[in-house]
């Protein structure tokens, strides 16, 4: 991964942020009663969507040891103004919103007309808690992979040729 493409991947996201802000400020509700600080925060929503889209790009493990290892130590150019990894973790809860139509509008390769699926379960607990499970009550069901029986939902996923989602 080179400065440019950062740089580049920097600049759609940034793009994307000057116009979406608006549109969502529209059609949002302020909380009544809730306090707020006017201090803006040193690290940008792109910036923030920038790093989660290169800890997916460059397939690290966690994000934990990605930000800290990475990001902290060999992308201080490139992020002047790191935050700690508390404070990353609750600005990327509140830019997940963004980066997912991000993905949803601008991201999605265009059908070839050869396309692979897969699936991944996503476990809501162990089977044998399955009849005692709340959580997901309703939404949740048994289920079987490669890896044997599980309780919780099915992630599936389509790409093109290309392995453009």
């Not at 700690?84 to 070839?112: H, I, P, W």
């Not at 607990?125 to 890896?147: D, E, F, L, P, V």
Request: hydrophobic share 40%; glycine share 6%.
């Amino acid at each position: 991964m080179t400065d440019a493409n950062i740089i580049e991947i920097f600049c759609i996201l940034d793009e994307f942020c000057k116009y979406f802000a608006p549109e969502l400020k529209k059609h949002t509700l302020d909380i009544c009663g809730k306090r707020r600080r006017n201090r803006p925060c040193l690290m940008s929503d792109s910036e923030v969507m920038t790093i989660l889209v290169l800890f997916h790009i460059l397939r690290h493990r966690d994000l934990k040891s990605f930000y800290l290892g990475y990001v902290c130590n060999h992308m201080r150019k490139e992020f002047p103004h790191r935050l700690s990894y508390n404070r990353f973790v609750e600005r990327q809860a509140k830019v997940g919103l963004r980066l997912l139509l991000f993905l949803q509008t601008c991201a999605l390769g265009k059908c070839t007309g050869i396309s692979i699926i897969d699936s991944t379960p996503l476990k809501s607990c162990n089977i044998k808690r399955a009849h005692s499970h709340r959580t997901m009550k309703g939404w949740a069901a048994k289920g079987k992979c490669t890896m044997g029986w599980f309780y919780g939902f099915k992630l599936h996923i389509v790409i093109n040729d290309r392995g453009e989602i």
